[in-house]
């Protein structure tokens, strides 16, 4: 697979990138260490978009951050409703986590919901 194909600095910088990104990150967290609290995908949004505004200006300004906090919460919201979309709200297998319906304990998947 070319290396074009994946994600690259440049593929951040519209908001479905760094979404995409962000619902990555979070959905393999998820599967993999069973870990994903509500505000993660939070902060790992403000963090690509303060980042991104970072990068694109040399001099910013206080109002440039505001804006980037804005992007992120977008950034944020967008990530959010990709999970839900892809979501069954179902949880999977038997191990340690949350505690389902049944009291047994459920891993989630890395299409389960965030909330």
Not at 35 to 42: G, I, Q, T
Request: proline share 3%; glycine share 12%.
């Amino acid at each position: 697979m070319p290396q074009s194909e994946l994600f690259t600095a440049s593929s951040f910088v519209n908001l479905a990138g760094a979404s995409a990104g962000v619902f990555v990150v979070c959905g393999a967290l998820q599967a993999a260490l069973n870990f994903n609290p509500r505000w993660l995908a939070l902060v790992m949004s403000e963090i690509v978009a303060v980042f991104g505004m970072y990068e694109a200006h040399s001099a910013a300004v206080p109002s440039d951050y505001f804006i980037a906090v804005l992007n992120g919460c977008l950034i944020y919201c967008t990530a959010v409703g990709g999970s839900t979309l892809g979501s069954t709200g179902k949880l999977i297998g038997r191990a340690k986590g949350r505690v389902g319906l049944n009291g047994i304990n459920e891993r989630r998947a890395f299409l389960s919901n965030w909330f």
